[in-house]
């Protein structure tokens, strides 16, 4: 008697990995949202600093 093959599934299986889709999206760096969310925090504190002198 043959012995029967078995396949196994592929090791993807369809699935799709996050830098498999290039898309036409805005790219920012680690260095570059670190540096947005600083100014953010920046504008943050100096509003709460000054903000009342300026605003009432």
């Known amino acids: 008697m043959a ?3 078995t ?3 592929p090791t993807g299986a369809g699935l799709m990995r996050f ?3 290039d898309t036409k ?3 920012v760096t ?3 949202a670190l540096a947005i ?3 953010f ?3 943050e504190v100096l509003l ?3 903000g009342p002198r300026i605003f009432g």
Do not use: H, Y
């Open 41 to 43: 925090i920046l504008i």
């Open 25 to 27: 999206a805005v790219k």
């Open 19 to 21: 830098f498999d889709e």
């Open 7 to 9: 396949t196994l599934p």
């Open 3 to 5: 012995k029967e093959k």
């Open 48 to 50: 709460q600093i000054i």
């Open 37 to 39: 969310v600083l100014v």
């Open 30 to 32: 680690p260095k570059g």
